[in-house]
C-alpha cells in the first residue's frame, strides 16, 4: 500500500482504496492509503508549524528545491507517464506531454522563487516612503480533479512552494498513482519536514478538513462547479483565500472562410483528445450554415475513423472514459441529445474491445440547437455538437450564450473577425486557429463567468494568489 506523507513520515492511513485501470478493469494499479479527517488535521498542523520557517527561507534554496523536482520528473517521464496512462486512461503520449508539463512547470517556478518583485513609490505626504511587497500566505490546501493527475497539482504545488507557502495536498480519489509518485519526488528534494504534505482521501473529509480547518490561509481548487461552491462558501465564512478553476462548455466557432481541414482538426483536436476529459475541450462547434454540410460530412468521417483502445497500446487515439460513472453520465447526456432532437452522426455506443474497460465511441451530433440541455451543461466526455449559425455575429453570440467562459476558439482567415472574436469572446483564453485545449505553462490560466473565480493561475500571474501584498509607511 502507498502511504500519505505527513510531516516528512509516510504514514499509513485509516483504510486503503484501489486504484483501477479504466482500459483494463482487471487491472490492479495499486491500494493507496485513505485518512480520515484527523489525520489531514496531522498535515494541516505540520505544514503551520513549518510554515514561518519557510516563509523565511532563502529564494535560492527554494530554487534549487523545486529544480531538483522539475528535473526528476523530467528524467523519469516514461515511467510517470506510464503511471498517468494506466490509471486515468488518456493515451501514453499524452501522459508523458503531461508530465513534461509538469517538469517544465517546476523549473519555470524555480526561477519564479528569484523573481519575487516589489514597489517602492514616493507618498503624497513629504518625507516617507512607501514599500509594497509580497509575503506568503501560509498554509495552501491544493485541491485537484482526475483529468490532469499531474500537471495541475505540480501548477498549484510549484508556485506555492516557490513563493515561501507550506502545502497540504489532497488528489483526486481516483488518481493518487501520479499523486503519490510526484509526493515521493518532492520528499527527497530536501525540503524541511512539513513544508509538503500529501493527504490522500475522500474529498467530503480530507478535502472539508481543509477547507474548515482556520490554519489553512489559502485555498487552491480544480474541480466540478458544485465542488468548488462549496469551496467558495467555506472559505468565505472563515475568511480564506481561495481561488477556482471550474467546468467548460468552450465554443470553437467555424467561419465560411476558414481553411476546412485546419477547422475540422481543430474540432477533433479539441473535443474527443484526452477522451474529450478536458475543462478546455470544445464541446460547441459553431459552424456557418454555407459550408454546414460540407464540414458535418468530413468530421463524421474522421470521428467514425478515430481508433479507441487501451491507453498504453501504441495505435490508440482515444482512451477509454476514466470510470463507470463519468461513462454513465456521458451515456445520459448521449440519450438527452437524441431526445431534444439532435442528430447522431457517429459513435455514442458502447465498445466491446479486448481488455474490460470503460470504452465509449466518440458521439458527434449535428443540427443542434446552442439552447438544448447538452449544449448548456458539461457533459466531459467525448461527445460534441455541431450547431449551425447564420453569420460571424450571430456565432459570436452563440459562443457567448453559455454559463462558462474557460476558453473559445475561432478558424478563420478573416483578420477582421479573428480581432473583432478576441476581443468579444467572453472566455478567459481565446485560440484563432488552434483547438480551445492545448496551452502553454508560462502564461496565465483561467477563465470567466462561471468557469473560475480569482486570481489566475500559471506563470508569473501566479503570484497573485499565493502572495498577500503588504504595504509600508516608512518616516526617514
Ligand atoms: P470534483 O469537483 O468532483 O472533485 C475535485 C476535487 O475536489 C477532488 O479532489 C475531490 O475529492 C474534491 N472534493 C470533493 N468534495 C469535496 C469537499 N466537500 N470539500 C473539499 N474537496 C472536495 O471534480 P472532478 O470530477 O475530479 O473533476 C472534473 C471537473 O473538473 C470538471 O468539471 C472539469 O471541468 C473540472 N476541471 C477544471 C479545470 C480548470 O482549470 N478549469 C481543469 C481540470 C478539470
Request: proline fraction near 5%; hydrophobic fraction near 40%.
Amino acid at each position: 500500500m502507498q502511504a500519505n506523507y505527513i510531516a516528512g513520515q509516510w504514514l499509513n492511513g485509516v483504510s486503503e482504496r484501489p486504484n483501477i485501470n479504466p482500459s483494463d478493469t482487471e487491472d490492479l494499479v495499486g491500494h493507496y492509503a485513505q485518512a480520515d479527517a484527523a489525520q489531514a488535521e496531522e498535515a494541516i498542523a505540520a505544514a503551520h508549524a513549518a510554515a514561518p520557517a519557510w516563509g523565511l527561507s532563502s529564494p535560492q534554496m527554494r530554487a534549487d528545491a523545486l529544480d531538483k523536482i522539475g528535473s526528476e520528473i523530467q528524467a523519469r517521464r516514461e515511467e510517470l507517464g506510464q503511471m498517468l496512462a494506466r490509471e486515468e486512461g488518456k493515451t501514453l503520449p499524452e501522459a508523458i506531454g503531461e508530465v513534461g508539463r509538469a517538469a517544465a512547470i517546476f523549473k519555470f517556478f524555480a526561477q519564479e522563487a528569484l523573481r519575487v518583485r516589489g514597489d517602492k513609490l514616493a507618498s503624497v505626504r513629504p518625507g516617507i516612503e512607501i514599500e509594497v511587497t509580497r509575503e506568503p500566505l501560509g498554509v495552501v490546501g491544493i485541491i485537484t480533479p482526475w483529468n490532469f493527475p499531474i500537471a495541475i497539482p505540480a501548477w498549484k504545488i510549484a508556485p506555492a512552494l516557490a513563493y515561501g507557502n507550506t502545502v497540504v495536498f489532497k488528489p483526486a480519489e481516483l488518481v493518487p498513482g501520479s499523486a503519490w509518485l510526484l509526493a515521493d519526488i518532492i520528499s527527497r528534494a530536501g525540503l524541511p519536514a512539513g513544508v509538503f504534505n500529501l493527504v490522500m482521501g475522500p474529498g467530503s473529509v480530507v478535502g472539508q478538513a481543509l477547507l474548515d480547518d482556520r490554519r489553512v490561509a489559502g485555498i487552491s481548487f480544480t474541480g466540478s462547479q458544485a465542488t468548488g461552491q462549496r469551496v467558495a462558501l467555506a472559505a468565505v465564512k472563515r475568511g480564506a483565500k481561495f481561488q477556482l478553476e471550474m467546468g467548460g462548455k468552450n465554443p470553437l466557432v467555424v467561419l465560411a472562410d476558414a481553411d476546412l481541414e485546419q477547422a475540422v482538426n481543430c474540432a477533433i483536436q479539441g473535443g474527443f483528445y484526452s477522451t474529450g476529459q478536458r475543462c478546455t475541450a470544445s464541446s460547441r462547434i459553431i459552424v456557418e450554415r454555407s459550408i454546414y454540410t460540407r464540414f458535418a460530412e468530413h468530421m463524421t468521417e474522421l470521428t467514425r475513423a478515430l481508433r479507441v483502445g487501451h491507453a498504453l497500446k501504441a495505435q490508440t487515439q482515444i482512451g477509454p472514459v476514466v470510470d463507470a460513472s463519468q461513462l454513465q453520465q456521458d451515456l445520459d447526456y448521449i440519450a438527452i441529445a437524441r431526445q431534444e432532437g439532435a442528430r447522431l452522426l457517429a459513435g455514442g455506443e458502447l465498445l466491446t474491445l479486448e481488455r474490460p474497460g470503460h470504452y465509449l465511441a466518440p458521439a458527434l451530433f449535428g443540427d443542434c440547437d446552442n439552447a438544448m440541455r447538452h449544449c448548456q451543461e458539461e457533459i466531459f466526455g467525448p461527445v460534441l455538437s455541431l450547431i449551425p449559425c447564420d453569420s460571424y455575429e450571430h456565432g459570436l453570440k452563440l459562443a457567448n450564450d453559455t454559463p462558462f467562459g474557460l476558453s473559445s476558439g475561432i478558424c478563420t482567415s478573416s483578420l477582421k473577425h479573428a480581432s473583432h472574436f478576441k476581443r468579444n469572446s467572453q472566455a478567459g483564453m481565446v485560440m484563432v486557429n488552434c483547438p480551445t485545449a492545448g496551452v502553454d505553462y508560462h502564461v496565465p490560466f483561467g477563465g470567466r463567468k462561471g468557469s473560475s473565480y480569482g486570481p489566475r493561475e500559471q506563470g508569473s500571474y501566479a503570484a497573485e494568489f499565493f502572495t498577500s501584498v503588504k504595504t509600508s509607511y516608512i518616516q526617514a
